[in-house]
């Protein structure tokens, strides 16, 4: 078989592989779907396999596509791949199919779109899929109910994900919850900042009642109820600390919103880790924030917009910034 | 280094200061560049980078701004193609420089 790699076009002037010659043969001479088949069906040489492929995913019908290239998932051979710079590279076939199935762009070539798997299982033209490594995922998730009582969620959660199917309406269900919860907090909190200092008052206790149920409530679904709680007392000591910031300076409403706002910025971005903090240590953070910011060294914060947002191009692109 | 202060008549320290740093400036080993790519089509592209990027790096930077995948440009300058590992210093195009934009 001479056919011994897979690739595009490649070096300056873009020589074409042997691959995208006989993909282009095929598509001139354009044979019948059963040739195209018996190309894939073929054990012996992956490289004809992975031709058959490429131009039944061209040329063939969304649910053809899947139901052909499917199988080839199981095949794990190695194939060399020639990159666009001239290098050869070490892929595998399911690799390459994957990259067929899932991506709009391959060996230089922009491939037509397919309809996505979870449309076609909808309107019911196939069924689900079902994975070669089901089996094993199973027994993972056994151990893992057995682990774990209150993983109720994580565990249907795996399940759905493994299994391939299409979101069933119990997984829609927790997320949906999960976002409930989230937007819930957050709007009682930004109500709580923007009140007037007598209306805070009045409301405080009223409030403090109000997470405590909540929190329970929570913590009977949330795995990590403990840590609510603990997120729920900073806010409150927080809300204290704020406003007795707010009363001893001045009474003006746009420098107590900038404050919280601060304060809103650095609990978002402290509700990522698990520790509980003191009332202390929230001082010092927004000033440790300001001076990290101020010492970025990508030039992103450049006083000229032009050179700053060519600076964040190339820092998004990996480049280092432009020398002044 | 002493720079040579004979066209100064003012005897103001921040003239020293920024002589010395034009100075510097001109002696320094990687600057920043401008270049205009034009593909004669419609798309004509200023780029700033520094002289010290590859033509991989400037290809990228191009495919940020318009939108093409960079493996798809092709940057030339009559009949030579740019190779994507060689800098723009090595390839001697300066500030302001015009290079042919195409695609494969």
């Not at chain 1, 031709?51 to 039944?56: D, E, I, M, Q, T």
């Not at chain 1, 199917?165 to 997320?175: H, K, M, N």
């Not at chain 1, 409150?236 to 809103?264: H, I, L, N, V």
């Amino acid at each position: 078989m001479e056919l011994d790699h897979v690739g595009g076009t490649y070096g300056g002037n873009r020589k074409p592989t042997p691959f995208i010659c006989l993909v282009m043969k095929m598509l001139q001479i354009q044979p019948d779907k059963e040739i195209v088949v018996e190309f894939i069906k073929n054990e012996d040489y992956k490289y004809v396999r992975v031709l058959g492929a490429f131009y039944l995913r061209l040329t063939g019908t969304d649910i053809d596509v899947y139901r052909y290239l499917e199988p080839l998932y199981n095949d794990y051979r190695k194939l060399r791949q020639k990159l666009s710079d001239g290098r050869f590279s070490l892929t595998h076939v399911d690799e390459v199919i994957d990259e067929l199935l899932t991506k709009d762009y391959s060996c230089d070539i922009a491939m037509p779109r397919i309809k996505k798997r979870l449309t076609i299982e909808a309107i019911g033209a196939l069924e689900p899929r079902k994975s070669a490594l089901e089996d094993d995922f199973e027994e993972e998730e056994e151990k893992d109910d057995d682990d774990q009582l209150m993983d109720i969620d994580a565990g249907g959660h795996e399940k759905d994900y493994y299994r391939g199917q299409s979101p069933s309406r119990e997984r829609g269900r927790d997320r949906d919850r999960k976002r409930d919860s989230h937007r819930h907090r957050d709007r009682d909190h930004d109500r709580e900042y923007d009140r007037d200092y007598e209306w805070e008052r009045r409301d405080r206790d009223r409030d403090r009642d109000r997470d405590r149920d909540r929190d329970r409530y929570r913590g009977r679904d949330e795995r990590d109820h403990g840590r609510d709680r603990d997120r729920d007392r900073d806010r409150r000591d927080r809300e204290r600390g704020g406003r007795r910031r707010s009363r001893s300076r001045s009474t003006s409403r746009d420098r107590d919103r900038d404050r919280d706002r601060e304060e809103r910025r650095q609990r978002h971005a402290r509700d990522t880790s698990a520790s509980p903090s003191r009332r202390g240590a929230e001082d010092e953070k927004p000033k440790k924030k300001k001076e990290k910011e101020k010492k970025k060294d990508d030039g992103t914060d450049h006083p000229d917009p032009e050179i700053a947002e060519a600076n964040r191009i190339r820092a998004s692109l990996g480049l280092k910034p432009l020398k002044l | 280094m002493e720079p040579s202060l004979r066209g100064f008549k003012s005897n103001s320290y921040d003239q020293y200061t920024h002589a010395i740093e034009l100075q510097e400036k001109n002696q320094r080993s990687t600057k920043m560049i401008e270049v205009v790519l034009n593909d004669r089509l419609g798309k004509k592209v200023r780029v700033k980078c520094n002289d010290d990027d590859t033509i991989g790096d400037l290809k990228k930077l191009v495919a940020a701004q318009t939108g093409t995948r960079a493996d798809k440009i092709r940057i030339q300058k009559w009949y030579n193609i740019y190779k994507d590992h060689i800098t723009l210093k090595d390839y001697e195009i300066h500030d302001g420089m015009g290079l042919e934009l195409y695609y494969n």
